[in-house]
């Protein structure tokens, strides 16, 4: 339904800051939210793609005002608002539940990030990411911690919280085309296992082989 997105009723402006049209947006949307809904780990935001639709949605809103209320249009235009109002609370929904799951490794990764490397974290995801922690560790003290020997009442949260499974595997659609990707290392069972990722071909492969190729958009999960 993303064509109607280009109908005179609804908005034609563009998103000044990364100048695609609301389709390109929409569609940059969903691969954002389907990696991130099959990703084992939390991904780097996408707030300005999440920011960009949510005022193509304010602008889509008022202009249905605009419709007459019999006009077919005004049905399909609604269930389009719906899809896309979908689509954005289930990606954010994805990443609050994995900053819920895995806070201190989050966090973690977030802190040593390298100058220049892109943030996994919005401004507030992050403050929630801390609030989210320090609640925990609070309930974790008063609840149990407290009421133990002194020298049980420390808590290494990276310990305690099991890390994002980066062997899981995943399906995934190649997006562009990718030369002597190591799928397997070589061990001493058997040689190093080397593929080509041909354009519009897809795979079953596990997940810290392809993690790259995801940041760099190349693939998309499926």
């Given amino acids: 339904m993303s064509e109607s997105l280009s109908d005179d009723d609804i908005s034609q402006e563009e998103c000044q800051e990364d100048g695609m049209t609301p389709a390109d947006l929409i569609a940059k949307l969903e691969e954002a939210w389907r990696n991130e809904k099959f ?4 991904l780097a935001s996408q707030s300005e793609v999440v920011e960009c639709v949510m005022e193509q949605l304010t602008h889509m809103e008022d202009n249905l005002q605009k419709v007459k209320k019999r006009d077919p249009k005004a049905a399909i235009h609604h269930m389009e608002i719906d899809r896309i109002r979908f689509v954005l609370c289930s990606y954010v929904r994805s990443r609050l539940q994995k900053i819920e799951k895995f806070f201190p490794h989050v966090l973690e990764k977030e802190k040593s990030r390298g100058k220049g490397e892109p943030s996994l974290l919005s401004p507030e995801e992050f403050a929630f990411a801390k609030e989210y922690a320090a609640n925990t560790e609070d309930h974790m003290k008063s609840a149990a911690l407290s009421h133990m020997p002194p020298i049980l009442q420390t808590l290494d949260m990276l310990k305690a919280v099991p890390a994002p499974c980066l062997d899981s ?3 995934l659609r ?7 990707i190591l799928v397997e290392p070589e061990t001493d069972d058997q040689s190093e296992y ?3 990722l041909e354009e519009g071909s897809q ?6 082989t392809i993690a790259p190729l ?3 958009g190349a693939v998309q999960l499926i």
Avoid: A, C, T
């Fill in 194 to 196: 080397v593929v080509d």
């Fill in 203 to 208: 795979h079953l492969m596990r997940y810290r």
């Fill in 214 to 216: 995801i940041s760099s």
């Fill in 169 to 171: 595997f995943v399906f």
């Fill in 39 to 42: 990703s084992p780990e939390l």
């Fill in 174 to 180: 190649v997006k562009e085309r990718q030369e002597n």
